[in-house]
């Protein structure tokens, strides 16, 4: 009989993985596994405004600017999202030195 691997053993980058490859449509109870450990790790810093979930992923989002807006300034393109996992609220930050020092020391731990 197959049993459910105990996804709180999983580190945050195996949890990532196991959760963009589960199949949800054949195995809904281990994406929601999946989707509750990483809620248990992350609850503590993130909840959704939306459906109060706690975990989330982040991506990095490129954004072309126009030739001058790049000469000024050619970090201002950069952008980072954060989704619910959940119900897939996005939120998107604009990466400035401040804020992307706070957050990387969220994601790296
Ligand atoms: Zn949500």
Sequence with gaps: MYSRPNY?????AELFDALHSVDKEEYPENHQGIKDALARR?????KCVKCGFG???TSDIYV???REESIMDV????????SCIECGYT????RQ???????MDLFIR
């Design 97 to 103: 030195a401040s804020i992307a020092g706070a957050m």
């Design 75 to 82: 970090e201002s393109g950069k952008f980072f999202s954060v």
């Design 91 to 94: 939120e998107f930050y604009r």
């Design 42 to 46: 992350q609850g503590s810093e993130f």
């Design 64 to 66: 072309s600017l126009s």
């Design 8 to 12: 709180d053993d999983y580190t945050l």
């Design 55 to 57: 975990g989330y992923q």
